[in-house]
């Protein structure tokens, strides 16, 4: 199916552990993001990435970390999880030429 | 740090009201004006977006107006609908430049229409 998807869709973790949450787009997108949601905060970009092999700090990266070796996926790393890391994260995409975001369903994270 | 103000966080309309969401920018290099509409459990989707180079832009019951001089856009949805229930997020980005893409978000607007 085309789109845009991530997983896992729910996640529990403890303190301390590394998470990897992932995201894979089906469009052959340029560009992928992660954002964060957090009540009273609205959506803060994480990092983002123009093309594989490409990718930069937003915001709010500290304790994150990304890579991107093929065009389609773009995992995020929570390196060791924290309860501030508590959120639901969701990865985006846009194409070439084109200025529209394609969300993904989000990942709802809780570290315990 | 760029930013894009929201406000209300919150609104309440009954059936057939017209809400009204209002948000302003610092960087004037964005060029791209875009509200997203979220539904509970759901990701962000695009709802109706402008450019600078005009004042508004309508498409259905949703119309965006646009004060460049003032640094400042709005979404006003006519006729609204208990369907319209959902959090209205404002963003600005710019097409050039290192950054090309990269949504700022403001921090939501919660809508409730009642029937």
């Known amino acids: 199916d085309a789109g845009i998807t991530q997983s896992p869709r729910y996640k529990i973790t403890e303190t301390g552990r590394q998470v990897t949450l992932m995201c894979h787009q089906t469009?052959?997108?340029?560009?992928m993001f992660w954002y964060r949601q957090d009540l009273g905060h609205g959506l803060r970009l994480i990092y983002y990435s123009a093309a594989a092999d490409i990718t930069d700090k937003g915001e709010v990266s500290d304790g994150y970390v990304v890579s991107r070796s093929k065009t389609e996926n773009f995992p995020l790393t929570l390196e060791s999880a924290t309860r501030s890391q508590t959120s639901v994260y969701f990865c985006?995409?846009?194409?070439?030429?084109?200025?529209?975001?394609?969300f993904g369903q989000g990942t709802r994270l809780t570290v315990v | 740090q760029q930013q894009v103000k929201q406000s209300p966080q919150s609104l309440i309309v009954q059936k057939g009201g017209i809400p009204i969401i209002n948000c302003a920018y610092e960087?004037?290099?964005?060029?791209?004006f875009p509200w997203y509409q979220q539904f509970p459990g759901k990701g962000p989707a695009l709802l109706i977006a402008i450019r600078p180079d005009v004042s508004e832009k309508k498409e259905g019951r949703f119309t965006i107006s646009f004060n460049k001089s003032a640094k400042q856009f709005s979404l006003h949805i006519m006729d609204s609908q208990p369907g319209d229930s959902a959090t209205y997020f404002c963003?600005?980005?710019?097409?050039?430049?290192?950054?090309?893409?990269?949504?700022?978000f403001g921090k939501g607007t919660k809508l409730s229409v009642k029937p």
């Open positions: 960087n004037t290099a964005f060029d791209y």
């Open positions: 469009w052959s997108h340029s560009y």
């Open positions: 985006a995409s846009i194409g070439n030429g084109l200025q529209e975001a394609f």
């Open positions: 963003a600005a980005s710019t097409y050039y430049g290192g950054s090309q893409g990269n949504l700022i």
